[in-house]
């Protein structure tokens, strides 16, 4: 039976007007089953003919699409969830940036052992973990993986275990053991975040009934014997398991039979040049070890900002941002440290200034997502006008460009906000001091 209504009577009369003229009629119908319970269909009516050529019946062939239907309405609203936490963390990273930039630079200023100095570094670790929070909702709003580079893992699995800790049942105790620092890896941060989900949301269904704990440990490790299934070297090596307390003298590692459901898994860890095993206590599977290789990295500075020991300069610097509060933080940064700066609150003026004397400007610190002219549009024209003026592109959050689009233009540099002063400081020094080259 067909749903009543007067859209279905129309479709209806549609239906009888396409079998007169001995044509296919195709098209989207509410069946209602003997039980009275409806599903949306995708119907087909077929002429049938005899050797005459006369119609003699009907086939009526009806497809259940209420499932593909569903996978549509949540795709739109995941796409609608996307799009507003893209919005969200654009805003955030502009708010944050000025807060963590002049916490950052009035540091400097403050007696050592002071109140207001501990104080400031309150609200710089505050402002980071802000920071992490913005990086948890970005990781979300990417649709696609963002490619290998040099990452820390500790980071990714922290914020994966904030979302595990918000979506399982509080009778569900998280252990977590990660060692800090870790050296990098080079991998896609959004693979390793899909990787830990599913281990975990797996071992959660299939193993964690009987004991209600997910043990999570990341640690440094370093293989130096040899075996057919993992070589020797250094790792990160994270795992996730069912129970804290295992007897060591009955535990070993199966690198072979991955459950099938977990294909994807191990996908991503051998295209991270990496191993997966099982861990077998007596021969039970309580959980997983995986091993990713480490590289090679210097460590990252993690000092706080220093006109002493910060690069200084005297070139001419033009800074475009639609956020007064950004615009004078990066004006006050760069002046306290030589340089002369002409600060523009949007494209359109940035580019009229630019115009007038193009040689005076030795770089431009741009950022993306303003009104009228966006900034990889205005880096554009800039290079039309000097095709070798160094560019900075950054930005809260923004879909329109990425860091390999942004080199393809002739941006010498893309940057997420928010940054600290010393990085922006030690940035555009590398920039100026490679163009002149």
């Known amino acids: 039976f067909l749903e009543n209504g007067k859209d279905y009577q129309k479709t209806f009369e549609t239906m009888i007007d396409t079998a007169k003229k001995g044509e296919i009629w195709r098209g989207e119908l509410t069946i209602i089953r003997k039980d009275c319970s ?164 797996y071992i959660y269904q299939k193993k964690i009934d009987n004991y209600g704990l ?95 020991t910060a690069p200084k300069g005297n070139e001419h610097i033009l800074i475009v941002d639609d956020e007064m509060p950004i615009v004078i933080l990066l004006t006050q940064l760069f002046e306290s440290l030589g340089y002369r700066v002409t600060p523009r609150s949007d494209g359109i003026s940035a580019l009229e200034t630019f115009k007038v004397d193009p040689k005076s400007f030795d770089i431009v610190i741009t950022d993306q997502t303003m009104p009228k002219l966006t900034g990889d549009e205005l880096a554009k024209k800039l290079l039309e006008i000097t095709p070798d003026i160094p560019i900075i592109l950054f930005t809260g959050f923004t879909d329109a460009i990425n860091k390999e689009q942004a080199k393809a233009i002739g941006i010498s540099e893309y940057v997420t906000k928010p940054i600290s002063m010393t990085e922006f400081a030690e940035l555009i020094r590398k920039v100026l001091d490679f163009n002149k080259l």
Not at 131 to 147: H, V
Not at 274 to 290: A, K, W
């Open 214 to 308: 997910l043990d999570v440990k990341l640690i440094d490790f370093n293989i130096t014997i040899n075996d057919s299934y993992i070589k020797n070297g250094k790792y990160i090596k994270l795992t996730i398991q069912n129970r804290s307390s295992i007897d060591l003298n009955n535990i070993k590692e199966d690198f072979v039979s991955i459950d099938t459901e977990l294909s994807v898994v191990k996908e991503i860890v051998t295209n991270h040049g990496g191993q997966i095993s099982t861990i077998l206590e007596n021969n039970e599977s309580i959980g997983f070890s995986v091993y990713l290789p480490q590289i090679h990295t210097e460590k990252i500075s993690m000092e706080t900002f220093s006109v002493d």
């Open 38 to 201: 409806s599903y949306k269909s995708y119907s087909i009516m077929v002429p049938i003919k005899n050797e005459s050529n006369y119609i003699i019946n009907h086939l009526f062939i009806n497809r259940d699409i209420t499932h593909e239907l569903e996978i549509v309405r949540n795709n739109e609203r995941m796409e609608a969830l996307r799009t507003l936490a893209g919005g969200i963390a654009h805003d955030l990273n502009n708010i944050l940036f000025p807060i963590l930039g002049y916490a950052d630079m009035t540091l400097d200023d403050v007696q050592e052992g002071s109140i207001a100095k501990s104080n400031l570094k309150e609200i710089i670790k505050a402002a980071n973990r802000a920071k992490e929070l913005i990086d948890m909702i970005l990781n979300f709003t990417r649709k696609t993986e963002q490619g290998k580079q040099s990452m820390q893992v500790q980071p990714i699995i922290k914020e994966a275990l904030k979302l595990l800790r918000a979506s399982l049942p509080s009778n569900i105790e998280i252990k977590q053991y990660i060692e800090n620092p870790l050296p990098a890896i080079l991998g896609d941060p959004v693979q390793i975040h899909q990787l830990f989900i599913a281990l975990c949301s």
